[in-house]
């Protein structure tokens, strides 16, 4: 019970508490407003280039840009504590490691899925794009996976920032990397393999691909393979987020850095 | 004399300063080239390689104004935070000419991105570097960058204000990218924007330097963008006066 209480009550007061980005003035312009424009700047951009449909970016977009609420809420929320003077008390309690990094990200996930179905909907009215209604239900559940997978990742680089200083840039750093890498933009046929085989191990590739499909009329289950990866991709990042902090943790206590910033 | 010399020491210290900033040079360099790639892979992939070069010119432009507008949006957050805020504002010299160096040197600062975006260009896609008009282009950029560096004087002073400065900049680098034609022909856009277009130093800048580049005659666009810059300079010196005085009157120069 307590454990539970820990993944649920604690994983939201810290979301609460440290993630920076939850007042309305902050939250408004970053999380609402830019991505309608990300989607329209690349929309315009591949009419300009004659490349994709409308829908291909609005796609491709609206879930990539998860990225800012998963990366930088997770960055947040692990690093604020150091700076607030607060890891040490966190790290010294007897709470099971698990619930208490873990449970920080079920908040981060819920929230990246509403700024995505947001980017979703008015990007559509705007921009007059219509998806299958029976597709509906298959694009909520892959922009989903693609929040926790991406919510991995965002622990994974939380773990790394404990130990790097500058943050932002890092989480800017992996923002720009997901948008090169992810086919967001860009269809697979048209990027050299390498970069390929970057984008299928990092979050959003294959949920982007998933969502084309699905927005095309492709059925649930066609694309389930592309959703299990989705989903493992994630959970192999949740894991190793989880590891690296257990690591950290015990690292800082040895060398006496838990508090250096 | 001495107003020469304090913006000339303060842009050189911010440059400084700046250039040793992890964020600054990632906003510069690492952005723009980011933009560069997947732009030149859309126009790439609808068969429009001709214009990767004009794509290049605008994601560089991007990354001027890409740290012009997060300097700006820091100018007064970044002195609140370090305790510095009152101690400036009470200085004898007028605030205006403290924050103009910090906003100059922000799309100084862009002329890493410029390099590194056309650099990127030329290494990664084979992207000729030629200019049609090296003059024009040796001024258009310094000209670019004067008229970034007062838009961002603008921004700055009306951040005084606003506690949540850096929000709005985040909100503002991909409406303003769009709207001023950096990587989107202006007459794809509709027709309501031109307007809001023509308000912007990015826009003519740009045509400025992409005249000089592609061919073209730039000095228009570069008369236009010096008097965009002077007219920058009035709203800004009135904006800064007058919130500078709402700020002090009210108690929340220091609020952070």
């Excluded at chain 1, 990539?64 to 890891?87: D, G, K, N």
């Excluded at chain 1, 694009?139 to 773990?159: N, R, Y």
Aim: hydrophobic share 55%; charged share 10%; net charge positive.
């Amino acid at each position: 019970m307590s454990t539970a209480r820990l993944f649920f009550v604690g994983g939201l007061t810290s979301y609460r508490a440290l993630f920076g980005f939850l007042s309305p003035a902050i939250f408004i312009p970053s999380l609402l407003v830019a991505p309608i424009f990300q989607v329209l700047l690349f929309v315009y951009i591949g009419r300009s280039a004659g490349a994709e449909s409308d829908t291909f970016y609005l796609v491709g977009n609206a879930i990539q840009y998860a990225a800012v609420p998963c990366v930088f809420a997770m960055t947040q929320i692990v690093s604020e504590e150091r700076y607030q003077q607060t890891l040490g008390f966190i790290l010294v309690s007897p709470a099971p490691r698990l619930p208490l990094f873990v449970g920080r990200a079920l908040p981060v996930v819920v929230n990246a899925f509403c700024v995505s179905a947001f980017t979703f909907v008015v990007g559509a009215r705007i921009l007059d794009v219509s998806f299958p209604s029976s597709s509906i239900g298959g694009i909520a559940l892959v922009t989903l996976l693609a929040a926790f997978s991406c919510t991995g990742l965002g622990l994974f680089v939380a773990a790394i920032g404990l130990v790097v200083r500058e943050t932002a840039v890092l989480a800017n750093v992996v923002f720009g990397l997901l948008l090169i890498f992810t086919h967001a933009n860009v269809p697979a046929s048209r990027t050299p393999a390498w970069m390929d085989a970057v984008g299928a191990v990092l979050p959003f590739t294959h949920a982007i691909e998933a969502a084309r499909l699905l927005a095309d009329g492709a059925s649930l289950g066609s694309v389930s393979g592309l959703a299990w990866k989705e989903l493992g991709i994630g959970t192999v990042y949740l894991a190793a987020g989880y590891l690296g902090l257990v690591w950290l943790e015990r690292l800082s206590r040895s060398r006496a850095t838990l508090e250096r910033g | 004399m001495n107003v020469v010399r304090l913006v000339w020491t303060g842009w050189l210290f911010h440059i400084k300063t700046l250039s040793l900033s992890g964020f600054f040079v990632l906003t510069a360099v690492f952005m723009p080239v980011v933009v560069a790639t997947v732009a030149f892979y859309m126009f790439e992939a609808g068969g429009r390689p001709g214009t990767l070069f004009w794509a290049a010119l605008g994601a560089a432009v991007y990354g001027i104004w890409s740290s012009t507008l997060f300097g700006s949006g820091g100018a007064i957050q970044w002195q609140r935070w370090q305790g510095t805020l009152e101690i400036l504002v009470a200085a004898p010299a007028p605030f205006f000419l403290v924050v103009l160096p910090l906003t100059l040197a922000t799309s100084t600062i862009g002329i890493y991105s410029l390099c590194a975006t056309l650099l990127w260009g030329r290494i990664a896609f084979g992207i000729p570097f030629t200019l049609a008009h090296p003059l024009e282009f040796a001024v258009a950029v310094p000209v670019t960058i004067l008229g970034l560096g007062l838009l961002g004087m603008v921004f700055a002073a009306t951040f005084v204000l606003y506690r949540h400065a850096n929000a709005l900049s985040n909100m503002l680098e991909w409406p303003v990218l769009l709207v001023t034609g950096l990587l989107v022909p202006l007459s794809l856009l509709p027709g309501w924007v031109l307007p809001i277009s023509w308000a912007f130093a990015p826009t003519w800048g740009m045509r400025a330097l992409r005249d000089a580049a592609l061919g073209g005659n730039p000095w228009p666009e570069i008369a236009i963008t010096l008097l965009l810059g002077a007219v920058y300079v009035g709203i800004a010196a009135a904006f800064l006066r007058y919130f500078e005085r709402a700020a002090r009157k009210h108690a929340t120069l220091s609020l952070t």
